[in-house]
């Protein structure tokens, strides 16, 4: 059964940083697209993020780029990292980790298989 897990996640400053995990199993996930939406209070589901199997190739929405890195360690179990830098109060939302078995740039959800529950963010100004 496929799983992924998000931690890391929690309260911080205006300015401050966190960095998130996605841990994941079931599956060889080194061969996986991984990709980090977010989701606001109010709001729709949004992308934030996606990075191709090998790592070679990262794409981010605009109001992360500078500040936002997304990175993946295939040797280990964990399935991506997202190091968020910068923060600010509207980056509050629960963040999730999904996969994709396949390679893609996808900025929409519907062509990522697997989600995570998801971890809070909330940044205080």
């Known amino acids: 059964q496929v799983q992924l897990v998000e931690s890391g996640g929690g309260l911080v400053q205006a300015g401050g940083s966190l960095r998130l995990s996605c841990a994941a199993s079931g599956r060889t996930f080194s061969y996986y697209t991984m990709g980090w939406f977010r989701q606001a209070p109010g709001k729709e589901r949004e992308f934030v993020c996606v990075i191709t199997w090998s790592g070679g190739n990262t794409y981010y929405a605009d109001f992360v780029k500078g500040r936002f890195t997304i990175s993946r360690d295939n040797a280990k179990n964990t399935a991506s990292y997202l190091q968020m830098n910068s923060l600010k109060p509207e980056d509050t939302a629960v963040y999730y980790c999904?996969?994709?078995?396949?390679?893609?740039?996808?900025?929409?959800?519907?062509?990522?298989?697997?989600w995570g529950q998801g971890t809070q963010v909330t940044v205080s100004s």
């Open positions: 999904a996969a994709a078995p396949r390679y893609t740039n996808s900025r929409s959800e519907q062509d990522y298989d697997y």
